[in-house]
Nanobody, 127 residues
Framework: QVDLVESGGGSVQAGGSLRLSCTVS????????LGWFRQAPGKERDRVAI??????????AYADFVEGRFTISFDNEKNDLSLQMTDAEPNDTAMYYC??????????????????WGQGTQVTVSS
C-alpha cells in the first residue's frame, strides 16, 4: 500500500509559477513509476509527467503540452514528488493528481497502470 498526499495547489496568473508537492508514504525499496496527472472539468484525466522513484538514470517523460515548462522530480530521501510549473497558461487549470504504479516508467504507461492515487489539488491559472 502506497499513500500519496498532494499540496501546493492554488491560483496563479498566466506566466507565473507554482510548485506542487506530493508526499509518498510507505514506498518500498522497489522502484515505482511516479507521475502527475490532471483533469479539467468535463475532460479526461491526462498524464502530465512521469519519473522513476529509485533509478537516477530512469525514465522521465512529459506531455507535449507541458514540455519545457514543467519539471518533475522525486527526492527519495524526503519521499517528496514535486511538479514545478513555470510559464503557466489558463489551459493548465485543472485538478492535479499524483500517482504511483509498481515497476518502471515507460513511454506508453497510462493512468490504468497506476494503482495508487492522491486526492488531488486544484490549480487555477487566470489570464
Amino acid at each position: 500500500q502506497v499513500d500519496l498526499v498532494e499540496s501546493g495547489g492554488g491560483s496563479v496568473q498566466a506566466g507565473g509559477s507554482l510548485r506542487l508537492s506530493c508526499t509518498v508514504s510507505r514506498i518500498t525499496e522497489e522502484n515505482y513509476c511516479l507521475g502527475w496527472f490532471r483533469q479539467a472539468p468535463g475532460k479526461e484525466r491526462d498524464r502530465v509527467a512521469i519519473t522513476d522513484s529509485d533509478d537516477p538514470d530512469g525514465h522521465t517523460a512529459y506531455a507535449d503540452f507541458v514540455e519545457g515548462r514543467f519539471t518533475i522530480s522525486f527526492d527519495n530521501e524526503k519521499n517528496d514528488l514535486s511538479l514545478q510549473m513555470t510559464d503557466a497558461e489558463p489551459n493548465d487549470t485543472a485538478m492535479y493528481y499524483c500517482a504511483a504504479g509498481y515497476g518502471y516508467c515507460y513511454d506508453d504507461r497510462t493512468l490504468v497502470d497506476f494503482g495508487y492515487w492522491g486526492q488531488g489539488t486544484q490549480v487555477t491559472v487566470s489570464s
